[in-house]
């Protein structure tokens, strides 16, 4: 059985830093790309970064390109996302979610998501 | 940017009928690269179509997609009362990946 468990949200400040994390189980998932997806409240799906299998290449959103990195630990089994110079705007439930497809042909679409994490950004 | 536009925003629909849900992108989606997900209150999405017509694994046969290009379309046939939810389109040809605001489905 898939498992996806985000950890590492909670309220934090204008200007500040914050670390998420995705502990999986459940297929081997150094074969899989590996995306966040957040979800402000009450609004839409708004993709934020992938990474590739491997962590060797990486895509990111304009809006928080040079603000969050993504990055694995294949050896862990976990996704990071770590994200600095917060915004209010980056307030939202941050989902990992598994690529469909194995390899990094096709990462885009998505199979499995955990239940996510809130991040909330207010002074 | 490709801009995924869905339609309409809400559809209320009676128990039992079928539903339309319409989806266009600002610019044609190579090869079909279109998915569907439902979402419900308080869960992450649901992954329902890949690749515009593609059922997911476990995804009930009263579900369908379809469309080429520019224009998609899912299909609900014979509403079941856990179908009614939030439906969101997204591309993934290139990047960025892109989701549709989404199509509210509520009980008429």
Redesign the interface.
């Known amino acids: 059985e898939v498992q996806m468990l985000e950890s590492g949200g909670g309220l934090v400040q204008p200007g500040g830093s914050l670390r998420l994390s995705c502990a999986v189980s459940g297929f081997t998932f150094n074969t899989y790309a590996m995306?966040w997806?957040r979800q402000a409240p009450g609004k839409?799906?708004?993709?934020v970064s992938?990474i590739s299998t491997s962590g060797g290449s990486t895509?990111y959103?304009?809006s928080v390109k040079g603000r969050f990195t993504i990055s694995r630990d294949n050896s862990e089994n976990t996704l990071y996302l770590q994200m600095s110079s917060l915004r209010a705007e980056d307030t939202a439930i941050y989902?990992c979610?598994k690529s469909?497809h194995p390899g990094d042909s096709?990462?885009?679409?998505?199979?499995y998501?955990?239940?996510?994490t809130l991040v909330t950004v207010s002074s | 940017e490709i801009v995924m536009t869905q339609s309409p925003a809400t559809l209320s629909v009676s128990p039992g009928e079928g539903a339309t849900l319409s989806c266009r992108a600002s610019q044609s989606i190579s090869n079909n690269f279109l998915a569907w997900y439902q979402q419900k209150p308080g869960q992450p999405p649901r992954l329902l179509i890949y690749g515009a017509s593609t059922r997911a694994t476990g995804i009930p046969a009263r579900f369908s997609g379809s469309g080429s290009g520019t224009e998609f379309t899912l299909t609900i046939s014979s509403l079941q009362s856990e179908d009614f939810a939030v439906y969101y389109c997204q591309k993934y040809n290139n990047w960025p990946v892109t989701f549709g605001q989404g199509t509210r489905l509520e009980i008429k």
């Open positions: 995306t997806v839409g799906l708004e993709w992938t895509y959103a304009d989902y979610a469909l096709l990462r885009g679409v998505f199979d998501w955990g239940q996510g």
